[in-house]
């Protein structure tokens, strides 16, 4: 157990849907990221959170959405689902200091549009 | 565009064997992480290399960042089957709450017993 949970741990849908996944984070860690992994792309950052602030924004699609709450866990809300949404995503939390102490990872949730 | 390049893309070897997978930048990296991911779960840390020229060991694992902080190697002495994973390259930019990693697309490494 990493000490980051993410739930659901599948999902599968169909197109057009919308879902919400859901991070919290390791305890004592302010910020949250989430990532999307496919075969052909890696890892691909999406956003970031910091103590409930957007910090940083990679390939997020307009149709993807976050927000980090005062407990410190964090959502990411994907509406208008599309068969290419198919992927795993995964959160990661890290202290402030996250240079020296690297990313935690949850152990994703695999999304499967159908 | 791939900030990040990691080779090869795929190894498959023999148990007991030596191997050496690298990571390549043209960008300059504040620290680089190493990290394995195995099927079904989410990378884990190996280990965070911050200064130009700095090798770190691990047990049977040995990491290097290059001198000019563009570039690492992860070499691994006599692989088991339990080093089987994907091994990903992330370098750091930023610091304090603005830190950010970048992930290469990793090394599917396989160790047949």
């Known amino acids: 157990d990493s000490g980051v949970t993410q739930t659901p741990k599948h999902l599968i849908t169909a197109t057009g849907q919308r879902v919400t996944l859901r991070c919290s984070p390791r305890?004592?860690?302010?910020?949250v990221y989430w990532y999307q992994q496919s075969l052909d792309q890696g890892l691909q950052f999406l956003i970031q959170?910091?103590?409930?602030?957007?910090?940083a924004k990679g390939n997020i699609l307009e149709r993807f959405s976050a927000q980090q709450f005062p407990d410190l866990h964090s959502e990411l809300n994907l509406s208008s689902l599309e068969l290419g949404d198919s992927a795993l995503y995964f959160c990661?939390?890290?202290?402030?200091?996250?240079?020296?102490?690297?990313?935690?990872f949850g152990s994703g949730t695999r999304l499967t549009v159908v | 565009t791939q900030l990040l390049e990691q080779s090869p893309q795929f190894l498959s070897i023999q148990e007991g064997e030596n191997l050496t997978v690298y990571c390549n930048s043209s960008?300059?990296?504040?620290?680089l992480q190493w990290y394995r991911q195995e099927p079904g779960e989410g990378p884990v840390l190996l280990v965070t290399v911050v200064t130009g020229g700095e090798v770190k060991k691990l047990k049977r694992l040995t990491f290097q960042f290059g001198d000019a902080r563009k570039d690492s190697s992860l070499h691994i002495t006599a692989a088991q089957p339990g080093d089987t994973g994907l091994y990903l390259c992330?370098?750091?930019?930023?610091?304090?709450?603005?830190?950010?990693?970048?992930f290469g697309k990793g090394t599917l490494l396989t160790v047949n017993p």
């Open positions: 992330a370098g750091a930019r930023g610091g304090g709450s603005n830190y950010k990693l970048t």
């Open positions: 990661a939390s890290s202290p402030r200091g996250g240079q020296l102490y690297g990313y935690t």
């Open positions: 305890s004592g860690d302010l910020s």
């Open positions: 960008s300059v990296f504040s620290s």
């Open positions: 959170y910091y103590n409930g602030e957007e910090r």
